[in-house]
């Protein structure tokens, strides 16, 4: 009965301590957060309880395990703690993962909340914050993995055995992982640089849309019809892109319009004034039309129209496009291109004696020539 007894009395006493330190925690934590709502660091905190908890269990069952003096665990000693320290190892790395992000997170949160930044700023902090998250992930992982690891005793070996030609397999594995390598500090580049944010309109290979997520080695753009472009984020400092977010949301939008030479420009102002004053679309900057190229059968119109983002600006130009073609095939439809088709008008009666009358004067005038050139000649 004791080597039965003993292994539950530790096992449950271990649970039983987790579980009261888990609840005093997180009762410690939600009253603090009611206490003091405008920081939301202890409200993001609390999603640590379940890896606290298993960090907590598995160190409670790493000190006494052994204290149990059971013949099963005696048998298996040296697995167990080989067990348990895996599992701690693990457990830690969760907690510290999710501790760094919450106050990431809380950080973003606060500077976010606060007006006095403009929303090119917040959305350059997001970016970095969310690379900072991915990057401290990544570190704890790979430090946690190893040590994993090196609690097996033969990997201690073959560690010090790579170590010795760590020169070597460094310069191998940066060649293999060039790509992966410039990916990476060009994530970072991205991040620090300011050169594109998350929430960004950009244009990229001739597709629009919106900075949806930035990782360490590729980036995800929203298109206007929901599709997602994945590109890898050396594309971004390597390539030239356009990004509409940057130095500002205003836009300009313009709409062409090929006329006929009789449009009457000047009624086109005033109905495109009348359609920019109704627009919600337009932030009442600036508007303006005028002709800006001529050709043999139309002319080109420009209307000009500002808006407070990009989104506006695609709204002010579909519905200025719409209302003013509306408008002149209503009002105005000689100015509307045409293409020539009818046969040509005949010329007026008199404008053709007098062509007749040209022409025989033309015969007169050189049968009289051609008489006066053969009499020289019989002199």
């Known amino acids: 009965m004791e080597d039965v007894l003993r292994p539950l009395i530790v096992i449950g006493g271990s649970v039983a301590i987790t579980l009261f330190i888990g609840w005093a925690v997180d009762w410690l934590l939600r009253r603090v957060d009611a206490r003091h709502p405008e920081t939301p660091l202890w409200g993001h905190l609390r999603r640590c309880r379940v890896p606290l ?16 003096q059971a013949k099963v665990v005696q048998e298996h000693e040296s697995a167990i703690g080989q067990l348990l320290a895996l599992v701690l190892i693990a457990a830690t790395a969760w907690l510290m993962v999710r501790v760094s992000s919450a106050v990431v997170e809380s950080s973003y949160f606060r500077y976010a909340s606060s007006s006095a930044h403009d929303p090119a700023r917040v959305r350059r902090v997001r970016t970095q914050v969310t690379l900072i998250q991915r990057v401290v992930a990544a570190i704890v992982g790979v430090v946690a993995a190893s040590a994993m690891l090196l609690t097996f005793p033969t990997m201690r070996t073959v560690g010090t055995s790579m170590l010795a030609s760590a020169g070597i397999l460094g310069v191998v594995a940066g060649v293999a992982a060039q790509s992966t390598l410039g990916n990476l500090f060009a994530g970072l580049q991205i991040a620090f640089g300011d050169m594109v944010r998350i929430g960004d309109t950009v244009v ?18 929203r298109t206007w019809d929901e599709r997602r472009i994945t590109m890898p984020v050396s594309y971004f400092t390597n390539k030239p892109f356009e990004n509409w977010s940057r130095g500002g949301t205003q836009k300009v939008a313009t709409v062409f319009f090929h006329l006929d030479h009789t449009a009457p420009i000047e009624e086109m102002r005033e109905h495109l004034r009348d359609i920019v004053q109704k627009s919600s679309a337009w932030d009442g900057r600036d508007w303006n039309l005028v002709v800006t190229d001529t050709t043999p059968s139309t002319i080109m119109v420009r ?47 008199s404008l053709l004696e007098s062509e007749r009358r040209r022409e025989r004067h033309d015969h007169f005038a050189r049968f009289e020539d051609g008489l006066r050139k053969d009499s020289s000649r019989s002199r």
């Open 204 to 221: 990229v290979d001739g597709e629009w849309g919106t900075v949806e997520e930035i990782t360490l080695t590729f980036l995800s753009v």
């Open 303 to 349: 209307a000009l129209i500002t808006a407070r983002d990009p989104d506006d600006a695609w709204t002010v130009r579909c519905e200025v496009r719409e209302k003013m073609i509306t408008w002149l095939r209503d009002a105005h439809p000689y100015a509307l291109p045409r293409i020539a088709t009818a046969p040509a008008v005949q010329a007026p009666q």
């Open 53 to 68: 908890q298993v960090t907590v269990c598995t160190a409670l069952l790493s000190g006494s395990y052994d204290k149990t």
